[in-house]
């Protein structure tokens, strides 16, 4: 069975990191490209990342970027979401999500539950 | 302000059928493929339909997706008051080198 995990959620203030995990089970990372995507309150979907299947390849939303940066580990099954220099505009449920290929831009199949992210003073 | 336009909502009597509206340009839409997602609160979007009108496995033929120049549906027929969630449909955008989604639809069965 395919899962996705996410952790790291968390009440941070403005200026500070926080790390974001994605734990997968039932398939193999490397064969596929992952995205992180997030919904804030009142709000829309927001994609925010994709690294390729390969770890080669990341690309990211223009609000994030030089901010946020995606990776994995490969042996631990995980999927990473860095984030820096924290606004309150962040505040989001954060989650990853499985493409349905290796490829980058394609539908994202299977989503996890969701991290909440609370940027505030 | 959302790369891709959808209505904000739009509702119907259980047993009907509703149309929802996705709109783009060419460097997303136009020349990528279209996904539509549910997303109900509390849990993680689910996929609807992927490559514009493929349904994902599992999903009740009663949804169904067409793509046609830089605009996308997503037809919901024979309504349920379980399909009441929001909609969203998304895309590659070359030009932006980033997914994009469109702003949601509310869907509100009567």
């Known amino acids: 069975q395919v899962h996705l995990v996410e952790s790291g959620g968390g009440v941070v203030q403005p200026g500070r990191s926080l790390r974001l995990s994605c734990q997968v089970s039932g398939f193999n990372l490397t064969k596929y490209a992952m995205s992180w995507v997030r919904h804030a309150p009142g709000k829309g979907l927001d994609w925010v990342a994709v690294l390729s299947y390969d770890g080669t390849k990341m690309f990211y939303a223009n609000s994030v970027r030089g901010r946020f940066t995606s990776s994995r580990d490969n042996f631990k099954n995980t999927l990473y979401l860095q984030m820096n220099s924290l606004t309150t505009d962040d505040t989001a449920v954060y989650y990853c999500?499985?493409?349905?290929?290796?490829?980058?831009?394609?539908?994202?199949?299977?989503w996890g539950q969701g991290t909440l992210v609370t940027v505030s003073s | 302000q959302s790369v891709l336009t959808q209505p904000p909502s739009v509702s119907a009597a259980p047993g009907q059928k509703v149309t929802i509206s996705c709109s783009g340009n060419?460097?997303?839409?136009?020349?990528?493929?279209v996904s539509w997602y549910q997303h109900l609160p509390g849990t993680g979007p689910k996929l609807l339909i992927y490559d514009n009108d493929k349904p994902h496995s599992g999903i009740f033929d009663r949804f169904s997706g067409s793509k046609s120049g830089t605009s996308a549906t997503l037809d919901i027929s024979r309504l349920q008051t379980g399909d009441e969630a929001d909609y969203y449909c998304?895309?590659?955008?070359?030009?932006?080198?980033?997914?994009?989604f469109g702003g949601g639809t509310k869907l509100t069965v009567l």
């Open positions: 999500a499985r493409t349905f290929t290796s490829n980058w831009t394609d539908a994202l199949e299977i």
């Open positions: 060419n460097s997303n839409i136009g020349n990528n493929f």
């Open positions: 998304g895309t590659w955008d070359t030009s932006l080198s980033a997914a994009v």
